[in-house]
């Protein structure tokens, strides 16, 4: 299941009632959304990533015309710039999809284990990093933005 899709058509009113009838004359998918900040099995560095694939490879299958992927990531023990090689999974894992030639973007929120093995994300400037992988899936550039102003956190 995605987590958000936007619809050229009602998915409410797909059948019309009684002769069972399809009314849509076309049912397109505008934009698909899907998150992973953690979840179940998510206490480690490879047990968020896994998670995040498991996600990313959905928006992959489903024929949108547009998709946004938002994540988080732990690092591994001594591991630098760990979103950059987040990233670059992905990317790679895009370049392998058939018939995905749309482009993806991506956000990562900066995760953390304070208090537990349960990951949180923090949403607070400079918390929060964008990156668009091309069409063809060459190349992930990451998006330069302006401060944001927001502050709070997500478990």
Known sequence: MIDVLVTSFDPKNVVELGPLRVLPTSAGVHLA???EIGGKSASSAYGVMKNVVEDYLKLLIVQAEHRVMIFTSLPYAGENEHVLNRVEVLRDLYSRASGVT???L?????GSQPHSTQVQVSVATGTIRGF????DGCVAEELVA???PIEGSLT
Not at 106 to 110: E, S, Y
Request: proline content about 6%; glycine content about 6%.
């Open 106 to 110: 991506l956000f990562h929120l900066a």
């Open 33 to 35: 959304v899907e998150s």
């Open 146 to 148: 302006e401060e944001l």
């Open 132 to 135: 668009v992988i091309s069409p």
């Open 102 to 104: 749309t482009g993806m």
